[in-house]
């Protein structure tokens, strides 16, 4: 029996690989990409040992860096970004190719790079799920809906997917309404193939039908179907611009554009057969089957080339299709493995069939269709013996499939739901009377009753709003006067003072437009240090806050600069500081907060992770915000967590790994043993900080208290809980006020506890990254939502 699993799974592995659609558009995965705001065009080289990138614009050919293998690239307007083969990562270019690494991650692997007019969304690989980054203040959405995605593509401002179980189209973005409409314009139509341009979307159905929908000011969305031509039927066969489509038609190959007001059309690619288009704004571009060059034309194609007047660009060769290690089920493209250069083959697409329009019959047998011209003949024997092979697989592999479903149903290992947690934060707890012991660095022992084993996993992906690149940008922000400032608090009356930071007193203020601010005013001492003091943490938050935009961050609004006078100005935060409501003395019935409960406080400080998480891994370099604390985490209306004071931040080492010999500081109680004992400054110091806000925020204590059994002595909080917890008193520490936790709560907060327990490890080196914290916060929240959803099912029924 455990033969046929493997086998079935081998069989699921070669499937999935293979039929997964890849798009090609105005932003979307491909081997060719244009930046149009500066008419650049970009392909991967083939026939190299590294699939490197290579683009020609303005100022003529240039290889791109970082200098590695990419499976596919796209464009936007002002840039555009590669997925590194494997998908662990990606990089986005500027105008002058730029780069800069947005995504890494050693496990958790990338498909369907799609760039839209300032976005980048992606599907994880191994949930399919879609995660988006960039985009305007750097937070363009994810996905509300959690379905797994087939394939993407992007538009401007909007962003388009095929969902895997019932392949209708999900659409979403800053612009609603466009991506709304092309949503429900589809309706229920299954699709196979999508692609975006600027305002409007074109793909084939799975009847066969193209069908398109969205803007048509210029005729876009009306594809000549009453001509003799025929379409391809394959996601590499359309692109669409600001107003125009393409796509590849006709048996030999020659390309088909329709909308654009006619300036897309011409006699460029007359005779000419075309592996796969990709538009700009106004014009578009193909890779030619004969000799992978690259031609563009249309009325926005105004570059100098040099060349001749067939509009073929100064590119090398260009792969037709990502170099793959997989399977391929429908055939492998003539001569792969010199494209490749002997690192995997390049797959044909299965959807590569012949259509016509408006006579869609995919069930009616057809003749074989006469090979491209400029390709081999023997493609198509080749293809029709692949497609077989492909479907007695497929039919030994569902038998198979049956048999293993069986097989689960009567042992009953398909019935127990495994929950996965990430193996860097695995210490385990023993409850009761046990008697725990702790060896050098490895996992604490022995095991908690919940669970035997811990495995790892990826983060949550698709319930993320992950970090997206840093947005640093050399933009300041707004400059007020100090009258300006005065005015808006009262002249700084004591009412509307609602806290201290790193270098002043903050004040409650209302600006003259009526929005809502906190504003940090420095203290003007005599004495020399503390101005200066003052000064360093002033410029370092300004440095800061001005260039690094996210959700997680409090956002800086501006700054005064006058004399002596320092004043920063930030968004309000209307519900105030974590530590507040953890420490404040109103705070003592269940009802007099709504983070009295463990949903909410495990939702908090995750928002206050993914802020941290977006200073150590997306910004460039690194930052070390040096003072984590409850007080510096604030909830806004929404009771939303975001990270603030940025007087003490560093910039950390740009090489992971490397630390730096710093004089320590930060907050006593929260302060890295590691730090302050020997200077050394890692990302893993704020690790340590948010260690303790995890067991503030369980225990209700705080980070310095008295210790009764002591005599009332002062004691750091972490000195006093972590025996405790380890020797299985955890639910004697909890704060009575939230209430004790059941059920898949009661093992949420035992996650948040082992993953504290790691963090305010005394050496840095045995701490987890600050992503594997959040992949277990994300799960302990996931955790209680189950619980939610559980109660209000026992409740209904």
Request: glycine share 10%; hydrophobic share 35%; net charge neutral.
């Amino acid at each position: 029996m455990k033969i046929i699993i493997i086998i079935t799974l081998l069989i699921t592995v070669i499937f999935i690989t293979d039929v997964t659609v890849l798009v090609n558009g105005y932003g979307s995965s491909s081997t060719l990409a244009i930046s149009y705001g500066s008419q650049t065009v970009c392909g991967i080289v083939a026939a190299e040992s590294r699939q490197g990138v290579q683009c020609f614009g303005r100022n003529g050919s240039v290889l791109l860096q970082p200098n590695i293998s990419y499976e596919g690239i796209s464009g936007g307007r002002d840039f555009f970004c590669g997925l590194s083969s494997g998908g662990l990562s990606f990089f986005c270019w500027d105008s002058v190719f730029t780069f800069k690494r947005v995504y890494y991650n050693s496990t958790v692997r990338l498909r369907d790079l799609s760039v839209g007019e300032d976005h980048v969304c992606a599907i994880y690989v191994d949930t399919g799920f879609v995660d988006c980054w960039r985009g305007q203040n750097g937070n363009f959405p994810s996905p509300v809906i959690r379905e797994k995605f087939v394939s993407l593509t992007s538009g401007r401002g909007f962003s388009c997917g095929i969902l895997s179980g019932s392949q209708r189209i999900h659409c979403w973005g800053v612009r609603n309404d466009t991506a709304f409409g092309i949503q429900n314009s589809f309706g229920n139509i299954s699709m196979l193939s999508l692609n975006a341009g600027d305002s409007h979307v074109c793909g084939f159905s799975t009847n066969g039908s193209l069908i398109c929908n969205g803007n048509n000011e210029s005729g876009q969305l009306d594809f000549p179907s009453s001509s003799n031509s025929t379409l391809v039927l394959g996601s590499s066969s359309l692109a669409l611009g600001l107003n125009h489509s393409c796509a590849i038609g006709k048996v030999n190959g020659s390309v088909v554009c329709w909308g654009g007001n006619g300036g897309v059309t011409g006699n460029a690619t007359q005779g000419i057969s075309f592996e796969s288009v990709v538009a700009g704004s106004n014009f578009t571009c193909g890779l030619t089957t004969a000799n992978l060059s690259v031609i563009c034309w249309g009325a926005g194609f105004s570059m100098n080339t040099t060349t001749n007047s067939s509009n073929v660009l100064p590119l090398p060769k260009i792969i037709p299709g990502p170099c793959t290690q997989s399977l391929c089920s429908c055939g492998v493209y003539p001569d792969s493995d010199t494209l490749c250069s002997g690192s995997g083959n390049i797959c044909r697409q299965c959807e590569n069939n012949i259509i016509t329009p408006s006579t869609p019959s995919p069930l009616s047998p057809s003749p074989s269709p006469p090979p491209r011209e400029g390709s081999k003949p023997s493609f198509w024997t080749a293809r029709n013996k692949g497609l077989l092979a492909f479907a007695i697989v497929g039919s030994v592999g569902t038998l198979f499939g049956i048999c293993t479903v069986i097989y689960c149903l009567w042992t009953g290992i398909c019935c127990c739901r495994q929950k996965k947690i990430h193996n860097s934060v695995q210490p385990t707890i023993t409850r009761g009377n046990s008697n725990p012991t702790q060896s050098g660095s490895g996992p604490l022992t022995p095991p908690f009753s919940r669970s035997s084993t811990i495995r790892r996993q990826s983060s949550r992906a698709m319930r993320r709003q992950r970090s997206g690149t840093s947005s640093i940008r050399g933009d300041r922000a707004q400059e007020f006067s100090l009258s300006d400032l005065a005015l808006a608090t009262n002249q700084f009356a004591l009412e509307n003072k609602i806290g201290g930071g790193s270098f002043g007193l903050v004040y409650k203020g209302k600006l003259s437009d009526g929005r809502k601010v906190a504003i940090k005013r420095g203290e003007n001492s005599s004495k020399l240090k503390k101005l200066q003091e003052n000064e360093s943490a002033f410029q370092s938050e300004l440095e800061f806050l001005s260039r690094l935009h996210h959700k997680h961050l409090v956002g800086l609004v501006g700054f005064c600069e006058e004399k002596d006078e320092r004043l920063l100005v930030y968004e309000y935060m209307k519900n105030g500081a974590l530590y507040d409501h953890l420490h404040s003395t109103s705070n003592v019935e269940k009802s007099s907060s709504i983070l009295n409960s463990w949903k909410m406080r495990i939702k908090v400080v995750l928002d206050a992770a993914r802020g941290l998480e977006y200073l150590h891994v997306y910004a460039v370099p690194p930052i070390i915000h040096r003072d984590i604390k409850s007080s510096n985490i604030l909830l806004d209306a929404t009771w939303t967590g975001k990270v603030s004071d940025f007087g003490l931040s560093l910039m950390g080492p740009e090489v992971e790994g490397e630390s730096m010999s710093m004089k320590a500081a930060g907050t006593v109680g929260y302060m890295d043993p590691e730090y302050y004992g020997l200077n050394i400054l890692t990302p893993k110091t704020d690790i340590y900080c948010l260690g303790v806000v995890l067991l503030e925020v369980l225990t209700g204590k705080r980070a310095i208290l008295k210790d009764e059994e002591d005599g009332g002595n002062l004691i750091r909080m972490v000195e006093f809980v972590v025996p405790k917890i380890m020797s299985g008193e955890l639910w004697d520490l909890l704060d009575v006020r939230v209430g004790k936790p059941e059920g898949n709560e009661a093992e949420a907060v035992e996650l948040v506890a082992y993953t504290a327990l790691r963090c305010v490890s005394v050496e840095g080196k045995d701490r987890p990254t600050i992503s594997d914290i959040v992949a277990n916060l994300d799960r302990a929240l996931l955790l209680c939502e189950e619980m939610e959803f559980d109660e209000i099912t026992i409740v209904s029924e």
